[in-house]
């Protein structure tokens, strides 16, 4: 596993591919994997790597919180697709010490013990399970339309739409889509989607946009409606 040299352009596609049909390196959520593979990146991603541009902007807003991220960083060799070996240059993400040290220490004491613990944890998820499932959630849902301009005439509308529906994450579900001319030649990607309200904001959806700059020059939201 492995995504080749990180730092050459080879490198850059082959995680530009990984990434166009997941959203994380590994899992739903950002994690100390994608700190691991963003670390080993020396530059932003070019525009056309829209897969791969798209998670770059992502992760690089998490660089406050990265310590906080779920998991424990692994060699890079340990990531990406099958079949593709790490060349990346540079020390590799060195594994937590405290790994080492669980085997050695006795944390709960006796295996009676162990096994009580187990049993009690077990039917209160149990319980928990049962009583969550007679009461279904509601999930509040919104429907957006956004309004997607680019700098003149010249933009690639495909590779813009295309960069725009790069950006998956989870609540996220995108709709249709149409061209509608705004003067003098250019046109405007005027796209819908649906919402989780407590998962997706217009913020997020107005940052991961814009930042394909080569073909974003501002994105509004033209209509909003609660589902």
Same mark, same amino acid.
């Given at each position: ?10 490198? =850059?596609? *082959? ?7 997941? $959203? ?6 950002? $994690? @100390?994997?994608?700190?691991? *593979? ?24 998490? @660089?406050? @919180? %990265? ?10 060799? @340990? ?23 669980? /085997? ?29 499932? %007679? ?6 849902? $919104?429907?957006?339309?956004?309004? *997607?301009?680019?700098? /003149? /005439? ?5 590779? =813009? ?18 061209? *509608? ?16 309200? /407590? ?29």
């Amino acid at each position: 596993m492995g995504f080749g040299d990180l730092k050459s352009p080879a490198g =850059l596609k *082959v995680l530009n591919g990984f990434l166009s049909e997941r $959203s994380y390196i590994e899992g739903f959520v950002p $994690s @100390q994997a994608d700190v691991a *593979v963003f670390e080993a990146i020396s530059s932003p991603p070019p525009a056309d790597l829209c897969h791969a541009l798209r998670w770059y902007n992502h992760i690089r807003s998490y @660089q406050n @919180q %990265k310590g906080s991220l779920p998991g424990v960083k692994k060699p890079l060799g @340990q990531y990406g697709p099958a079949g593709v070996a790490d060349a990346t240059t540079g020390p590799a993400p060195a594994a937590d010490d405290e790994e080492e040290d669980d /085997d050695d220490i006795d944390l709960f004491g006796s295996d009676d013990e162990d096994a009580e613990a187990a049993r009690l944890k077990e039917q209160r998820v149990a319980e928990y399970a049962a009583k969550k499932a %007679k009461k279904p959630a509601l999930i509040a849902k $919104s429907s957006l339309l956004l309004d *997607v301009k680019p700098w /003149d /005439d010249e933009t690639d509308m495909a590779k =813009l739409e295309e960069c725009v529906r790069s950006i998956q994450m989870e609540g996220l579900v995108w709709g249709q889509s149409k061209l *509608v001319p705004v003067g003098y030649g250019i046109k405007k990607l005027q796209i819908g989607c649906v919402v989780e309200d /407590d998962k997706v904001g217009t913020d997020i959806l107005e940052d991961q946009i814009t930042a394909f700059e080569d073909f974003v020059q501002s994105m509004d939201v033209a209509a909003f409606n609660k589902i």
